[in-house]
């Protein structure tokens, strides 16, 4: 059952455990991407993320620390979505020619839900003035999100240009 919300703190703590979440299930879900590719290139996009997505559970795990909370997951119906699109595109995209394009754009969605989770957590965390490190790790963990977000708009937009 979900708790319900009455404050910014209240919110924050609830969309941390959403983020904290996503990014557990973001390691599956890039590796699972990254097998689905049929390009070099975006087995690459997706392995070259693992690191950094290490580091952004780490960066949450110390925000957790911070604040002084238990770090426990919260599932989020459009993660849960997500993971479901990615299992039947996977199954349902046969063609070689086709599947980095879908996968690619999956992964932006998961990408941009991020960005949206972590401006929110920005947005109340200046509010609430949270102490260090919280903002600068959700800035840290936003920016390595929008960067992954900007590489993967980048080859959809090369394999546009490229008529491929």
């Given amino acids: ?17 959403k983020l904290y979440h996503a990014e557990v299930e973001i390691l599956d879900l890039h590796s699972d991407l990254a097998a689905a590719a049929t390009s070099e290139e975006v087995v690459e996009l997706f392995g070259g993320h693992e690191g950094d997505t290490v580091e ?22 459009v993660m849960e979505g997500l993971i479901a699109e990615k299992d039947e595109s996977i199954a349902a ?19 941009r839900l991020e960005i949206t989770l972590l401006d929110r957590l ?5 509010d609430l003035d949270l102490p260090d490190p ?13 960067a992954a977000l ?15």
Avoid: W
């Fill in 93 to 111: 995209v046969t063609d070689e020619g086709l599947q980095d394009i879908d996968v690619v754009s999956i992964g932006l969605i998961n990408e």
């Fill in 1 to 17: 059952m979900t708790m319900a919300i009455k404050t910014k703190q209240d919110m924050f703590e609830r969309d941390l455990r």
């Fill in 134 to 146: 919280t903002r600068p790790h959700l800035r840290e963990n936003r920016a390595e999100a929008q």
């Fill in 150 to 164: 900007d590489r993967m708009q980048q080859f959809l937009d090369e394999r546009r240009r490229s008529g491929k």
């Fill in 56 to 77: 952004q559970i780490d960066r949450i795990e110390k925000i957790f620390a911070v604040l002084d909370l238990e770090p426990r997951e919260e599932s989020s119906q």
């Fill in 122 to 126: 920005l947005l109340l965390a200046d």
